[in-house]
């Protein structure tokens, strides 16, 4: 799969259609979140309520989700798909895989990535600063065939709620009180975004081969952060959240933990860490960031 092939599929299709909510959708689909509203169910099969088996069979006790880098305008003749990462990008990949990503470990066999430029990049220098696993557990590879996780900035109405909100937490999209369709078209848009790729990453993991047990260390290489692995998603700034947010919901995480998703403005080569056995949700932060006043 080419760059060029790729970024002409997303020209012409989009991903994710916004729907409004009918009295189709699936009763017994569990919620996302009282924000996200259910996908009908004429668009998509639900899967929701596999998620927790699925994480289990596979041994995924975190998911870290990880916003792509700093990035360049887009090229001249180009679209938002297009946009590479910049010097400073590349520097904030490399410091997100210097740090806060070597204390994940072990990790999942695959790394699911975007499949744009900037995301692709971004995965690529984390996987280039960080340890391989020791042996015989094998290396983390990425994966960028769900194209589900493409943002959502082709869709109907997007643009117009981008430039009205821009890089703003997810809450300022999804309790929009000063203007209801604004705040109902976030509402149908996120929530079919969210369902869409959690849809689809449940189908990709279920269809890979459950890893062997990961080697365990002593020199801090190894299984550094308990039981299980972690699965790596990286993405796209506010969407990322919105699967996020998915998640804790469907695996009944507190109310504080869905609050820190809704009122965290991720930055570039940052994310959330989601601790599926303690049900909690933190945010990874590069140092460089966190000292800046």
């Known amino acids: 799969m080419t760059t060029t092939t790729v970024s002409s599929v997303f020209r012409r299709t ?5 729907h409004r909510i ?3 959708a699936l009763s017994s689909t569990p919620s996302l979140h009282p924000w996200l509203p259910p996908s009908p169910s004429s668009y998509m099969p639900s899967n929701l309520d596999l998620v927790q088996p699925t994480l289990a069979a596979q041994g995924i006790s975190r998911i870290a989700f990880l916003r792509h880098a ?7 003749n180009g679209t938002d798909f297009d946009r590479p990462l910049s010097p400073l990008g590349k520097q904030q990949a490399q410091e997100a895989g ?13 790394m699911y ?3 744009s430029p900037r995301t692709i990049e971004t995965a690529q220098i984390v996987l280039d600063h960080i340890p391989p696993p020791p042996p015989p557990s094998p290396k983390m590879e990425m994966d960028t065939s769900l ?3 493409y943002d959502m900035s082709a869709q109907p109405g997007s643009g117009r709620l981008f430039e009205k ?19 109902t078209d976030a509402r149908v848009g996120f929530g079919m975004y969210s369902h869409s790729c959690i849809n689809a990453l ?3 993991l279920a269809a890979t081969t459950p890893p062997a047990p990961p080697t365990t260390t002593t020199d801090g290489t190894g299984n550094g952060s308990g039981g299980g692995t972690t699965l790596w998603v990286v993405g796209h700034a506010m969407y990322t959240p919105s699967i996020v947010l998915g998640l804790a919901t469907i695996l009944d995480f507190d109310d504080t933990s869905k609050d820190l998703i809704l009122s965290t403005n991720t930055k570039e080569a940052e994310g959330y860490l989601l601790d599926i056995a303690n049900k909690e949700v933190s945010l990874l932060q590069r140092p460089s960031s966190t000292s800046v006043a």
């Open 14 to 18: 989009p991903m994710v259609l916004f």
């Open 22 to 24: 009918t009295s189709r």
């Open 70 to 76: 700093n990035t360049l305008p887009t090229p001249i």
């Open 98 to 110: 210097t740090t806060f990503a070597r204390d994940l470990q072990p990790y999942f066999t695959k």
């Open 113 to 115: 990535v975007s499949p």
């Open 147 to 149: 194209y589900e996780l």
């Open 165 to 183: 909100h821009g890089y703003a937490p997810l809450k300022e999209y999804l309790n929009d009180t000063t203007n209801e369709q604004d705040c």
């Open 202 to 204: 449940m189908n990709a």
